[in-house]
């Protein structure tokens, strides 16, 4: 996978706040105009409150005014590479398609890639959605 995304999810992950777990993870994502938009997570006292970083990531892709997007790297410091939790699997399934790459690493550099339909199959989208209203 890209290593602009690995370097841009590694270096957001040092700005993590992750006082009470202590497990910093950073995430990047390229949209589809290339450019990379970085999360990381941000813990709160009064969990479930914080955020995770892909959804950190997602957040300033939309405040840009891209909802679409490519490719997404999650890093974290651990003995395996970090899987996205099921509400940001979620997340990416709402603006990416299902073919869309995902790399999972460690800061190691173990990466492990799987794609967005993988990680989710069987997503809840807009179609069940259809003729509501």
Do not use: W
């Not at 040092?14 to 202590?22: I, Q």
């Not at 938009?37 to 006292?45: I, K």
């Not at 995902?102 to 794609?115: I, Y």
């Amino acid at each position: 996978m890209s290593s602009d995304l690995r370097q841009a999810a590694v270096k957001v992950r040092e700005n993590a706040h992750a006082p009470y777990s202590g497990f910093k993870v950073g995430a990047a994502l390229r949209s589809a105009s290339g450019a990379i938009y970085v999360g990381c997570n941000v813990e709160n006292v009064a969990y479930p409150e914080g955020t995770c970083a892909e959804a950190g990531a997602i957040a300033a892709m939309v405040a840009a005014g891209e909802t679409e997007l490519k490719e997404a790297y999650v890093v974290a410091d651990s003995p395996m590479p970090v899987t996205p939790c099921g509400g940001c699997r979620q997340k990416l399934a709402e603006f990416g398609a299902g073919e869309v790459p995902v790399t999972m690493a460690t800061l190691a550099g173990v990466e492990q890639g799987t794609t967005i339909a993988d990680l989710l199959p069987g997503s809840f989208t807009a179609a069940y959605m259809e003729g509501q209203g």
